[in-house]
């Protein structure tokens, strides 16, 4: 089968013909239709040192898909059938942690990750314990492929107190533009929206951001005041991982207000912990993946009902041979989600 590997410790990504996975007693086989691109991938394929330490080539890389069972484990049962299309978890767990059994999966600290432990997505075929397979029923393989980063949207927003709220979402890139929609959807009462790049804020405006805010252009934290009545906002989702961003999100969240972490910095961030978090009683919630499988089960629901609509941020697609210009695509700021055509149909 064609796949895209990391093959060497160095810049760039490959693809190659390898063997089809085979199928264990507890899994299935999933002919890939779509795959969506990530920072992730752009960081592997840019070895960057993150990449580093974190990467053993040769590895088939991507951890967003979407697809249909073409082959079922002996020991899988009659849950699923050939031909349905699904989605997975892509974090595997072990299920005998203390964090597994007690309903925090997402943390468990054997985690592995297809695309980055072993192998992932980005190939015509990928073999997946049934555990964490999740059929699509009627959504497309296109939706499909982007539901783990649409979970991560939905795990950073819901789990704060949406209703009737008021919203700041920092960084706007696809995750951030998908939790702008996810905090619409839920019934936030005003969403402002925050990045440094236009076409990013156009597409949170697109997906239900009341107010949009060019960090460039404009002293955040000062126009957040303004908007609030120097209250602050009830909930704040940093999805950046910029440093600025992160003493930022603080400084905008109101006292005994709640401050949600995606974004992940590359280095230590010097905050004021005691003006800016213990004395305004604020609430930090760190954000890992998705709730297994809580958030996989709300995410649906929104779906199927057409409370949550992802497509305005699909931006680009490309047939999995140019995942050059995919990545290049990601490189320019002005990308929102990518898609890489597998195989398949929609």
């Keep these: 089968m064609r796949a895209i590997q990391k093959l060497q410790r160095a810049p760039g990504l490959i693809l190659t013909d390898i063997p089809k996975p085979t199928c264990g007693l507890t899994d299935v086989v999933i002919e890939v239709h779509h795959a969506g691109v990530c920072g992730t991938d752009l960081h592997i394929a840019d070895w960057n040192e993150w990449a580093q330490g974190r990467i053993k080539p040769p590895i088939v890389v991507g951890h967003e898909f979407a697809g249909e069972i073409v082959e079922i484990g002996r020991d899988v049962g009659d849950t699923f059938h050939i031909g349905q299309r699904v989605t997975a978890e892509g974090h595997i767990v072990s299920g005998h942690t203390r964090q597994s059994r007690t309903g925090a999966g997402h943390v468990c600290p054997s985690t592995q990750i297809i695309g980055i432990d072993r192998d992932g997505a980005f190939a015509e075929y990928i073999a997946m314990p049934a555990s964490n397979v999740m059929p699509l029923g009627d959504i497309s393989t296109v939706t499909g492929a982007i539901m783990d980063p649409i979970g991560n949207a939905f795990h950073t927003v819901l789990t704060a107190d949406i209703p009737g709220s008021t919203v700041l979402v920092l960084g706007c890139g696809p995750i951030g533009c998908f939790a702008v929609g996810v905090a619409h959807a839920a019934g936030a009462a005003r969403i402002f929206a925050a990045d440094l790049v236009t076409r990013r804020l156009e597409l ?12 460039i252009q404009e002293d955040l ?10 209250a602050g906002v009830d909930v704040v989702c940093e999805m950046s991982g910029h440093p600025d961003a992160i003493r930022q999100a603080l400084k905008c969240a109101r006292p005994g207000g709640r401050v949600q972490l995606l974004g992940i910095p590359e280095k230590e961030v010097p905050i004021q912990i005691a003006n800016d978090l213990i004395f305004k009683g604020l609430t930090v919630y760190g954000v890992v993946g998705r709730k297994m499988f809580e958030t996989w089960y709300q995410m649906r629901s929104f779906l199927e009902s057409g409370l949550f609509d992802p497509s305005p941020v699909v931006t680009h697609t490309f047939p999995m041979q140019q995942i050059d210009d995919a990545l290049a695509a990601i490189r320019s700021g002005e990308a929102g989600k990518v898609i890489l055509e597998i195989g398949g149909s929609a």
């Design 221 to 230: 934290v000062q126009r957040v005041m303004d908007e609030t009545h120097s």
């Design 204 to 215: 949170a405006r697109e997906m239900g951001a009341h107010v949009c805010i060019d960090v």
